[in-house]
Each structure stands twice: as C-alpha cells, then as structure tokens.
C-alpha cells in the first residue's frame, strides 16, 4: 500500500516538473527580491541535520543571488517559536524557514492550534528528504525487522523503544509503522536524541528510533545496528541496510522531510523567483553530495508539488494523532 506522502509526490512530479523546467528555463527578473541579506529560520539547535540542510542550500542560494544568507536558530516547542517568528516577519522575501515535518504536525498535537501551515504560510520549495531508521543495541536479539516484528507479535508491548521525545517524527513514524506490521512497542520518549542514544547504547532499551545523521557515528562505532530504513529507497550513508518496502511493506515511507516556507502574503513574484533558486541549487553537485551526506536525497519539484505534501501531511498526522492519542512533551 502506498503512502499518501509518496504517491502524492510522485503525482506532483508527473504533472509538475514541466513548469519547474519551464521557471528555470526562463528565469524571473531579480528586481523582485530586495538587494538585502536573506534569513532562513530553523526551529532546531545549530549542527543537527535542519540545521545542516538549511546552512548547505543558503549556500548555495547566496551564491546565485549575489546576496547574503544568515542562518537564525531558533530552537524551542517543537519548532513553534520558529514558525511563529516566520509568521510575523514581513513578507518580502528576505525571511524564509526551514521547516520539517513539525509544520504538518504540530496544529494537531498541540491544543489550541498554534498556526494553520496553509493560511499563515507560503510554500517556496520542497528541499529534501532523509529517512527516518530504526537502529538497535548491538547486542539486541534482532538482526533484521523481521526479527523484530516476530518478536513484538509474541509479545505485545513488551519492547521498548526511545525516540527525541513525544510528537517527534521518529516517534510518529514508528506509530506508522506498528499499524502497518501489526505491531505493538512500548515507546519511551526523550528530551532530544542524544540522551535516548546515550541509553540505547548502554543497552537501557534495545531500540532507537532516529534521522539516519545522528545514528551514523554510532554505526561506524559498531555500537548500533540499523534494523531497517523507513524510506522507499535505501540511503547512501547504510547502502547495505533494506528498506521497509524491502522487508515485506512495499510503499511505506516515513521520512523526515525539508522545505522552504515564506510568511503568508509574500507576492508570487518573489515566490517564483525563490523558488526557481532553490531548484537551481538542487542541481547542483555540493548541494547533492551534502544531502547524501546526511542520508537523504534532493527533491526538485513544483511550489504546488510542496503545497500539497503539507497538506497530505497534516491530515494524516491529524488522523495519527487522534487515534494514537498522542501528547506533545
């Protein structure tokens, strides 16, 4: 069964990569973007994989546009002081934010609703995507996730697993994942995913839901084994490593996913123009080879393409977190 987040983009492809190839083709006049330096907001700590994705695509915008790109950090509330600040800068061009899956999900963990992603936002471009992976102990008892869905079908419950904290997207992804094997794990949330690697290692829990970045170190280490990567093709960083699909679950996808987004109001001009940057700088050899780095891949498609998954998104986190009673920490 495909996923709605997959079979969408590939949708939006389909019909939409003509017009992208079109934009930038042809170009859109720089007058309308203000000759002044850009701002992209992430909602996360400094080094850690938004961070990283926003810093190496600013890169290459600045250099295109001839105009500076600052990088703000503005971590806290799951990135909601982000998409706030985002909210309320002017709509000119010159603040954008890097936004993650929390964009999507975030209206319906948290009550009351602290934005609505489609009335206070504008989509510029869909950046990327790297998967979400399912690592263990290197001593657990599974050596393969078909290992470990036998082992949770015998005994419901009884595994546990950590993920950086309630709402994140690797918690919500493995709740995905558990309705589609059939499956129940007990989660144990924490405050960021250090601390919950830090205990996976230590063999406090056998399981980790993480991004594919911040578990590597420790697969090199040899102190974590990756069980499977949540994404419809392997990553380059565990080309060894099978996907879900791979594993019996052919469409599944949960992937932390990245993108440009604008304040609301923000004329299409300068929308179409910094859109048509960014599928530029997807082009390019160092933007390509830092995703890869980080286990993901680049996703150049249409300003529509992104509008949609936001919207696809946000209604199947709704529906998760209704069903699965999910709390923000």
Known sequence: ??????????????????LSVSLLATGVSAQTLPNKPIKIIVGYSAGGAVDTVARTVGQAIAASLGQPVIVENKPGAGSNIAVKATIDAPPDGLTLMMA????AANPALYQPAPFDPERDLTPVSLIGRVPVVIAANAGAPYANIKQLIEAAKAKPGAIAFASPGNGSTPHMAVEFFERAAGIKLQHVPYRGGAQALTDVIGGQLPLAAMNA???????????LKVLAVLSPNRTAIFPDTPTIAESGYPGFEASVWYGLVAPARTPKAIVVHLHAEVQRALQTPAVRERMAAVGGEVLPGSVEMFATLIRTERQRYETLVREANIKPD
């Open 100 to 103: 993650a899956n929390a964009l």
């Open 1 to 18: 069964m495909q996923t709605v987040m997959q079979s969408n983009l590939n949708l939006s492809r389909r019909r939409c990569l003509a």
């Open 213 to 223: 970045l911040e578990v590597l170190p420790h697969v090199k280490s040899g102190k």
